[in-house]
């Protein structure tokens, strides 16, 4: 659209998790997905007059070891306040939230950007509790009623409030993906987007390129993808674009995107009450919690690359997941050389995982048996070629390396020179040309050579051993 070089985007995401505690925020109803509607509830949730809520100390302590991770600083005493909404989800018509005090403040998190790394700033961390879903499915008389589970209401979920500096939907996008690595490695949410455990709200204006001042925002609501995510944002910035351009002013509100359409629609407002007691997250406490909290992506791919030799790009695959990331780590250790790991493991494991559907847990080959493989190929007992057959037999009969390697009868790649020194023979005499370079002490035609004994050999001989011969007959 031609009025995106005359207008600058502003973003803002608002993030919540719900957080994996077993019980809700202020009872012991379970938080368990997927349960029969309305069988997780109590006077305390459904907030039945007289009842008293009690603060659930996981979910304290999870919100702030996910605040932590997010660089945020943990205030000590922080209020709850009561949101007044009006919901048909939200029978008690409040939610209890943090408004003025939240639980934590001034963090960020780095992105990469085209033009390179981007730190985006986190406003607040704070915690609240969700509210009841309705349902238009899947019961009787469906078809034209709406039926309300309150299983969910009162589960904690934290709400995670970036600053303004998102410039475009694909730094938005990159932006969630992070986000989502780093609550993942903490283990306070399984950020699932179809089960409603991570779900996005976008504040999104635009201002003429230069101008300073913000344009009036609006606010993009319950978005379940973060493609979607990025979606909206380019449908709503190219709509706010149109609106000013044609004279007209936007207003403040909040809207629905409909992923069908792929436009978003206008809805509703709110207010906040406070009167709750305070939320204390003493010095004690927040080292406790600091204690608990794991290495967090970014560190662990700094860290990696300078113990294993990998590169960066290795890193970030084999960090894709924390499980991934553990396991790689437990055969790089295990082995001679990590770096071989980290090749085997993108190229030989991850290749055949995708391809047959399966989670690196699912995996027949098992970290040892990685370990084993490469080393096998390290000493040149195996040759790359030979490690591929095996993990194929691996992948077929459902089994670990090592079995397969016994089954096959301990195969070793053929040291038996005889043969290769009749091809490195024909391979020389074949090419006197390099030869001649060599001998004029161009070293590096070794390569070439090399290369044209592997391909006669067809893959089978040990580049090692081959390369040693090479250098006998042409020194
Ligand atoms: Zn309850």
Redesign the pocket.
């Known amino acids: 659209m031609a009025g995106r070089a005359k207008y600058e985007p502003v973003i803002g995401l608002e993030v919540h998790v719900q957080l994996l505690t077993a019980s809700?925020i202020f009872?012991s109803?379970s938080t368990r997905f997927g349960d029969p509607p309305n069988t997780n509830?109590?006077p305390?949730?459904l907030g039945l007059p007289g009842a008293l809520p009690v603060l659930n100390r996981k979910a304290v302590e999870f919100a702030t070891r996910a605040a932590m991770a997010l660089n945020c600083e943990i205030r000590e005493t922080s209020i709850f306040a009561r949101k007044n909404y009006f919901y048909p989800d939200l029978p008690k018509g409040y939610q209890i939230s943090q408004y003025d005090k939240p639980l934590a403040e001034h963090g960020f998190i780095e992105i990469a950007t085209a033009s390179g790394s981007k730190r985006i700033g986190i406003t607040r961390v704070h915690l609240e509790e969700d509210a009841g879903k309705s349902l238009h499915e899947g019961f009787v008389g469906s078809s034209d009623t709406t039926a309300i589970d309150l299983n969910r209401s009162?589960v904690p979920l934290i709400e995670i409030v970036s600053e303004p500096d998102i410039a475009t939907p694909d730094e938005a996008y990159e932006y969630l993906t992070r986000l989502k690595e780093i609550i993942l490695y903490t283990g306070v949410s399984d950020c699932n987007m179809e089960e409603g455990s991570l779900r996005c709200d976008a504040n999104i204006s635009v201002r003429p390129r230069g101008q300073e001042k913000f344009g009036t925002k609006t606010e993009v609501k319950n978005v379940n993808s973060f493609r979607f995510i990025r979606e909206a944002l380019e449908y709503e910035i190219d709509r706010q674009i149109e609106v000013i351009e044609g004279g007209g002013k936007i207003t403040q509100e909040t809207r629905l995107y409909n992923s069908v359409e792929g436009k978003t629609y206008s809805m509703r407002s709110k207010e906040q009450e406070p009167d709750l007691l305070p939320l204390v997250v003493d010095e004690k406490w927040r080292t406790e919690i600091r204690n608990t909290l794991p290495e967090l992506p970014e560190a662990r791919r700094t860290r990696m690359v300078a113990d294993y030799s990998i590169t960066t790009h290795d890193a970030h695959v084999l960090t894709l997941t924390k499980t991934l990331a553990d396991q790689f780590e437990s055969a790089a250790k295990a082995a001679k050389n990590p770096k071989r790991v980290a090749n085997l493991v993108q190229s030989e494991l991850m290749g055949r995982l995708k391809a047959q559907g399966l989670e690196i847990e699912q995996s027949p080959v098992t970290m040892k048996g990685v370990a084993e493989s490469a080393d096998l190929v390290e000493s040149g007992a195996i040759s790359g070629k030979m490690l591929k057959d095996l993990y194929d037999l691996a992948f077929e009969r459902g089994e670990d390396f090592p079995e397969v390697y016994e089954e096959e009868g301990r195969p070793e790649q053929s040291r038996d020179t005889s043969a290769l020194e009749k091809i490195v023979d024909e391979v020389v005499a074949a090419n006197p040309k390099q030869v001649e370079q060599y001998r004029a002490g161009k070293k590096t035609v070794i390569g070439f050579f090399v290369g044209q004994v592997m391909k006669l050999s067809k893959g089978q001989a040990n580049p090692q051993m081959v390369n040693e011969l090479v250098e006998k007959k042409l020194e």
């Open positions: 809700k009872c109803c509830v109590c305390v949730c009162g």
